[in-house]
């Protein structure tokens, strides 16, 4: 069924976490509704505006991850290409720091 996509485990712990953040979104909002706040985004934002706005960076991270690795493989002079960990884990900072502080 799923033949057709590349699911390494990367890729299922990408989507997983995008669905257990989704979860806990709902069930937060749901106990605590939020209130808009201004941040260093241009914007008042929402909870829920800034994890899609972090979304939104980690897919952009991830793009430019998997165009550049080619590049990083070899300007660094490494055996094979870098692992997409590096990306996931830049994502993953990039969330916390949207998610406190934007």
């Known amino acids: 069924m799923f033949e057709w996509m590349a699911w390494t485990l990367p890729v299922a712990v990408f989507f ?11 069930v937060w909002e749901i106990r605590s509704p939020t ?16 994890l899609f706005i972090s979304l939104l960076c ?6 430019a991850f998997v165009g550049m690795s080619g590049l990083l493989t070899e300007w660094l002079a490494l055996d094979g290409e870098p692992s997409i960990w590096f990306a996931t ?3 993953a900072l990039l969330l916390v720091l949207v998610m406190r502080k934007g």
């Open 58 to 63: 980690a897919a952009y991270v991830h793009l």
């Open 16 to 26: 997983i976490s995008i669905g257990l953040m989704l979860l806990g979104m709902t």
């Open 35 to 50: 209130e808009a706040r201004k941040g260093f985004l241009p914007m008042e934002t929402t909870r829920g505006d800034r």
């Open 89 to 91: 884990v830049l994502s």
